[in-house]
């Protein structure tokens, strides 16, 4: 059985719309605010935990690279979600979260 494993995803504010687009598993969640999202990628995570476990998250493909260079881009200058929520950043900022296998 697998330990707890995280998630990176690079989030962005796209036409009025903050997309979470999973780095490592090619994941997306959206919402209308930025506030939100970390609920609706705990929506989006749960959905394909309930179809096939944590596998079912694992075996997605990776983003591509379009997407981790953002990433990179992201933490390399220091923005985080934090940053976005205080409304500091309306670029590109990093996120990661941490999902358990069900027991």
């Known amino acids: ?54 596998e079912a998250i694992l075996s997605r493909p990776p983003a591509p690279l379009k997407y981790a260079r953002m990433y990179r881009k992201a933490v390399r200058l220091g923005h985080t979600f934090q940053d976005a929520v205080r409304q500091e950043s309306q670029e590109r900022v990093s996120y990661e979260v941490e999902i358990k296998p069900a027991a």
């Open 1 to 54: 059985m697998r330990g707890t494993v995280r998630l990176r995803f690079v989030c962005f504010k796209d036409e009025g719309t903050w997309l979470a687009y999973g780095i490592d598993h090619k994941i997306l969640a959206s919402s209308r605010t930025v506030e939100d999202l970390p609920n609706q990628i705990t929506r989006v995570l749960d959905a394909y935990m309930k179809l096939g476990g944590i």
